[in-house]
């Protein structure tokens, strides 16, 4: 079945980018999305990309998409301690019938 | 607020208990899903619900049974659960099936 991976563990100093990666195996992939996840709540979805972009930035967001390579990023430009959660990638294909695959998500922590 | 609303936040029951997690979405979509969120484990899709009608049952145990009575509401019945049961569940919508919008979740203790 398609695949989403991620690494667990992130450790970033406040004030510094923090890059959150991401691979996936689903071919046919139409949208994939990056959501976050503060202690003790549900996904907030923070952005999503199509497909067929390489790049979209929202204020301190920017995702970049290598489709050749099935691997996607999220760049938090300043990291505050705000910007602690968990991160989850996820993508859906483009039949009705696909379902949303999510990785198992990138906890990211601030150091001061 | 993401237009998906859960009740309760927090529930604690014994396992000889029965009792119901209501989902609300505001959102006018046509699809509504049941997650399980286990600690040290991925994000578990239990139900999946299009147009009202279940598309979607992950072999989860009968004691889960879920109920979507109108596109707006979902609802997952708990009956002689375990403790292993415990976890955050999280309702989501969305529409044609494509990209989900969360609730806050409901934390589950079964003692």
């Known amino acids: 079945g398609e695949d989403v991976e991620q690494s667990l563990f992130l450790s970033v100093r406040e004030g510094d980018s923090s890059v959150i990666n991401c691979t996936y195996t689903d071919s046919s992939s139409t949208y994939l999305y990056w959501y976050k996840q503060e202690p003790g709540a549900g996904l907030q979805l923070l952005t999503y990309i199509f497909s067929n972009m390489d790049m979209k930035q929202d204020q301190r967001l920017t995702v970049l998409l290598n489709k050749k390579d099935k691997h996607l990023s999220l760049r938090i430009a300043d990291t505050q301690t705000g910007d602690s959660a968990i991160y989850f990638c996820a993508e859906i294909g483009d039949s009705s019938a696909s379902k949303i695959i999510f990785g198992s998500g990138t906890r990211l922590s601030i150091r001061p | 607020e993401t237009g998906v609303t859960q009740t309760p936040r927090h529930l604690v029951m014994g396992m000889t208990n029965k009792k119901s997690l209501k989902c609300e979405q505001h959102?006018?979509?046509?699809?509504m899903y049941w997650y399980k969120q286990s600690a040290k484990k991925p994000l578990e899709l239990m139900f999946v619900?299009?147009?009202?009608?279940?598309?979607e049952n992950n072999s989860v145990p009968s004691r889960f049974s879920p109920e979507c009575p109108n596109s707006s509401h979902l609802f997952l019945h708990l009956h002689t659960l375990q403790p292993e049961d415990s976890a955050l569940y999280l309702c989501?919508?969305?529409?044609?099936?494509?990209?989900?919008?969360f609730g806050p979740g409901t934390r589950l203790l079964v003692l």
């Open positions: 989501a919508s969305s529409q044609d099936m494509k990209t989900q919008y």
């Open positions: 619900y299009s147009l009202e009608e279940r598309v």
């Open positions: 959102l006018g979509h046509n699809a």
